[in-house]
């Protein structure tokens, strides 16, 4: 079974003035993350603007990803959708382009029972034919998956995890115990959380902060596998002023104006999010610079 692990970066999508997809600078961010030692690439997530996306420009963000990473971490996917047609349309797109795992986030907009979503997840993983990866995001969506639910859609083939960004810890905690020992991969979503769900049993982390400071956050990930817990702790205390800058703006320009103040060059949000305000310009680069020997 295909084992979701380490740091994975939600890639940003860069784009250009019309809010095009950059593919110079897709590739540019690609390099950039794995050379800070991510164990992971996943296109089209929530930090990515998945939503604000075309077809067309969805899969040609996912053919880059894919043929640029070449091999070097496991490329996710996003296939997230309100309606269970359409993800299983985008996951056919990820599965053309030789992608390794697939995401899909609970529908948004509409509030699902549970017995609806368990039908809408078994009929992706049942036309998927790739590892699908659960995604909650309450928060963004207004629809969270239960821990019973979660244990009942990992018994279904094919559904080898789950990203979890409720911020929920005890919720995560059972994800994690109702689903230990049956191969069933379960990763932080909130980057201040990697630790805590790495120590309770969790895999890896889906982290948005790996786009600016990727080495930094695999040292979370790489000293707690390596049995140094007081150097993880530090490099999550580290990480933290960061991600809560993150609630300077809307998301997600605090890592689009992040990734442009050091040089890896990925565009505006797309409308109508806008770039931070002047004031919170400043606050931001404080943090970074806060942060340099990462950069």
Known sequence: MFEAKGIITPLITPVNESEKVDEKGLRKLIDHVIKGGVHGVFVLGSTG???????????????????????????????????????????????????????????????????????????????ADIPLILYNNPDRTG?????????????????????DSSGDMTLTGEYIRRTRNKGFSVLAGRDTMILAVLVYGGTGAVAA??????????????????????????????????????????????????????????????KPVGHLSEENMKKLKEVLDSQKEWL
């Not at 996003?78 to 299983?88: F, K, L, M, Q, V």
């Not at 629809?143 to 990203?163: D, F, M, Q």
């Not at 786009?211 to 990930?221: F, R, T, W």
């Open 49 to 127: 603007e998945f939503y604000a996306l075309d077809r067309k420009q969805k899969e040609k963000a996912v053919h880059i990803t894919v043929e640029h990473t070449a091999g070097r971490v496991p490329v996710y996917v996003g296939a997230s959708a309100i309606t269970t047609r359409e993800c299983i349309d985008l996951v056919r797109i990820a599965r053309k382009a030789g992608a390794d795992a697939v995401s899909v986030l609970t529908p948004m907009f509409i509030n699902p029972t549970e017995k609806e979503l368990y039908e809408h997840f078994k009929s992706i993983a049942s036309a």
């Open 143 to 163: 629809v969270n998956l239960s821990a019973p639910l979660v244990e009942k859609l990992s018994e279904i083939p094919g559904i080898t995890g789950i990203k």
């Open 209 to 270: 902060t790996s786009n600016v400071l990727p080495g930094l956050i695999v040292q979370i990930y790489e000293r707690y596998i390596n049995g140094d817990l007081q150097g993880a702790l530090e490099a999550q205390y580290t990480l933290a002023p960061l991600r809560i800058a993150f609630g300077l703006g809307t998301f997600p320009s605090v890592t689009k104006d992040a990734l442009n103040m050091i040089g890896i060059e990925v565009g505006a949000p797309i």
